[in-house]
DNA sequence: TAGATTGTTAATCGATTAACAATC
DNA sequence: TAGATTGTTAATCGATTAACAATC
């Protein structure tokens, strides 16, 4: 049964909503010294259905599966990371250095994973020139010559929600591609660029409900 | 056309994750002085499709939508936030009180939401008793006690991914129904416990990896 | 070999979109 | 009235799950 493989990339976003879930729990596993992981084992490590699981790796490894054994796990991590991008190391600016900004441009599990941010933005001219962390905090009149010069293709908006737009629409006109949106607001952008909006106000909103709800069917 | 309309709580869960986004934009119009919207206004500006939000509003709203003008901004500001819980005030408490565990604590947004963080917890001795904003950190041993006590239900967690599941043992031991969970590893919980997981890593994979995938296809 | 595990094809499930009649 | 907007039914799209033959 000849399939080719990392040549069909139809892997689905959903999948790759996994896959560094799936990327941390194997290296554990390496960790700890094993050689071998099988889909069916990982699955159930993280409570998934176990086709599921097969199909996202069988989608991402550069070599089949072994009946009864599994994946090696070094190939098999070799191929989520380089899958991932995690080798090619992405640069990323960021825009709004507030505590939240602040944890972000500070925090080590991001450049683990492959982003570099490099520097962050803020209008506060009482911040500019300062450090956090080893990153410096410049000007935004800087942030088009430091886009343009760099190339710099990634850009993180954690300001207030009623600054987002113009910090987009600024980024977008400099020539970032694809935004991650820390504010509480949809951003319009450009057909073509990216934006992945993390919202937290709508997962609390699930979640409360979906206890409201759980705590009413149980009277 | 006679419609129940509130009766048929048959709202899906991507609904939900939008209607926080439709409150606080709706909400934004009535402090305009907007006395009505419609339901295909508020996909263009949201970039919507508008029979999505037409389905979304008709399942929330307490009284149909007047064809010509829409739904009354009020209304459907009360209905929306009757649906989302934002008036009977939840409670919660929070356990890692390290960066982001603060910056979710003395964020304001989230108790316009109704959401109450009570108090936090951390197993740090030098931080017990200390307050950050108005909420006060107790050592881990007061949880139980905590829990029990007043009967609160959601627990967010924010320590670092080895502690996480231990905490949420302990939270779902204690009665904690729903878990907010921001430690980058899945949990494990028994049937019947809510899980949301605030999964950045997942978010930045997909955004890097449709980032990569668009800039080799325009080589 | 026997059995666990693989990859694939088909069925199911769920959410979004298209089409349309009803109404102010 | 004419036209914008509504709510609903049916079609489409996408992702997950079930079933199964292949294989070490």
């Known amino acids: 049964m000849a399939t080719q493989h990392n040549t069909s990339l139809v892997v689905q976003k959903s999948t790759l909503s996994r896959l ?52 090696e796990i070094d190939t098999l991590l070799n191929d989520l990371s380089e899958f991932l991008g995690y080798n090619n190391v992405d640069e990323a600016i960021l825009v709004g250095v507030g505590s939240l900004g602040r944890l972000i441009l500070t925090n080590k599990e991001f450049s683990s994973m492959g982003l570099n941010i490099t520097v962050g933005f803020d209008k506060d001219p009482d911040l500019h020139g300062l450090q956090v962390g080893d990153k410096f905090i410049l000007p935004m009149e800087k942030m088009e010559s ?30 970032i591609l694809a935004i991650w949106n820390f504010a509480f607001t949809l951003l319009n952008v450009p057909q073509g660029i990216l934006v992945k909006n993390e919202n937290l106000p709508s997962s609390l909103a699930v979640l409360s409900q979906q206890l409201a709800k759980k705590l009413n069917s149980n009277k």
């Open 20 to 71: 560094p879930l799936y990327y941390s729990h194997i290296r554990k596993m390496q960790q700890q010294g094993e050689k071998y992981v099988s889909a069916a084992a990982v699955a159930q490590s993280l409570n998934l259905n176990p086709v599921l699981v097969r199909k996202d790796l069988s989608g991402v490894s550069s070599v089949e599966g072994k009946p009864r054994a599994g994946f």
């Open 146 to 175: 430091y886009i343009k010069r760099t190339g710099v293709k990634i850009g993180i908006i954690t300001v207030p929600a009623d600054q987002a737009q113009a910090v987009c629409d600024q980024m977008v006109e400099c020539g």
